[in-house]
């Protein structure tokens, strides 16, 4: 029992060091990915019987590293906000830009005509660009008008 005990506050210990060295990975995405991949081999090895310990740690820390990645690599609530802005209230081929000021990134919407699906809910193209550490990457993407007035892609 006290075996148990150290390796469940040694996985703690390495958890919060973990959680204290998010300046050490390059972008959320690497941070999640690193913190998803602790927590699920920490839980994966506690779950289960003991003889299983490692593979339940290994499967854990892979389910949990692509969870963390996922959440880690998303755009944050602003950026959402100004690209759902661009859909709702700008002419067709009319651009925006701009600079999230917390990470650094930067983005541009051209949002393209307007169509109704078959729920004749209102869809509409956008051309969606991002640089994110110097890489460019630009995508054309169809959001259609939830009730509540955002666009779901």
Same mark, same amino acid.
């Given at each position: ?27 959320? +995405?690497?941070? &999640? %990915?690193? /913190? =998803?991949? *602790?927590? !699920?081999?920490?839980? $994966? ?11 339940? +740690?290994?499967? &854990? %820390?892979? /389910? =949990?590293? *692509?969870? !963390?990645?996922?959440? $880690? ?81």
């Amino acid at each position: 029992m006290g075996e148990m005990k150290q390796k469940s506050w040694a996985g703690v210990f390495l958890l919060v060091g973990t959680l204290f060295c998010q300046g050490c990975v390059e972008n959320r +995405a690497q941070a &999640g %990915a690193g /913190v =998803g991949a *602790l927590g !699920g081999g920490l839980l $994966g090895s506690l779950a289960g019987p003991a003889k299983n310990r490692g593979q339940n +740690a290994l499967i &854990g %820390a892979a /389910v =949990g590293g *692509l969870a !963390g990645y996922a959440v $880690g690599n998303e755009m944050d609530k602003q950026d959402r906000q100004r690209i759902n802005h661009a859909y709702e209230r700008l002419p067709d081929n009319q651009p925006t830009a701009w600079t999230n000021p917390n990470n650094g990134h930067h983005y541009s919407v051209t949002p393209r005509s307007t169509t109704q699906n078959a729920a004749g809910q209102p869809c509409r193209q956008a051309e969606i660009e991002s640089i994110i550490d110097g890489r460019r990457e630009t995508v054309v993407k169809m959001a259609c008008r939830r009730p509540d007035g955002t666009w779901e892609f």
